[in-house]
């Protein structure tokens, strides 16, 4: 059985059994904490959703490259091959699998994008680490109720 719930930003998003179990025991968990602890538990589950997100990979041109960090510093050795060898290609995998050719006007945007992609996760892991810290949010039901699914890249 799957089990809907709407994000802050009113879009649907669906569990399955075991994620509704999972979800309920960390509502479960929050409803047993102070609100020091709650804080401590949002920010652990923020860094987690920022690892998960950060290796998510990227669109680019119909293909979907991976934004991990060998991926990154495999994409950067490629362009700096082909900035000292122009008029050659390499071969990168896709994190479909897919092999492409790429030249350096193409190792270069999949660099650019990478690493867009990656430090806008980080921002907005910060933009959520920030929320949970803020003074502002002085109870264990205004910690709980932050949204850290939506807003990411």
């Known amino acids: 059985m799957t089990q809907v719930y709407?994000?802050?930003a009113g879009a649907a998003v669906t569990l399955s059994a075991?994620?509704?179990t999972a979800f309920q025991a960390q509502l479960d968990a929050f409803a047993r904490l102070d609100l020091a602890a709650a804080k401590a538990l949002r920010v652990a589950q923020i860094n987690a959703?920022?690892?998960?997100?950060?290796v998510a990979g990227v669109m680019l041109g119909g293909s979907l490259?991976?934004?991990?960090?060998?991926s990154q510093t495999q994409?950067?050795?490629?362009?700096e091959f082909l900035t000292a060898n122009p008029l050659a290609?390499?071969?990168?995998?896709?994190?479909?699998?897919?092999r492409i050719?790429?030249?350096l006007a193409t190792a270069t945007a999949m660099r650019s994008a990478v690493e867009a992609y990656v430090l806008a996760c980080a921002e907005r892991e910060a933009d959520l680490v920030d929320a949970v810290n803020d003074a502002a949010v002085s109870t264990v039901a205004a910690v709980r109720a932050i949204d850290i699914k939506?807003?990411?890249p």
């Open 6 to 8: 709407r994000s802050s």
């Open 18 to 20: 075991a994620e509704e």
């Open 49 to 54: 959703e920022w690892s998960a997100r950060t």
């Open 65 to 70: 490259i991976q934004t991990d960090e060998r």
């Open 75 to 79: 994409i950067r050795g490629v362009v």
């Open 89 to 98: 290609t390499r071969k990168i995998v896709t994190r479909t699998g897919e």
């Open 101 to 103: 050719d790429v030249d």
């Open 150 to 152: 939506a807003g990411w």
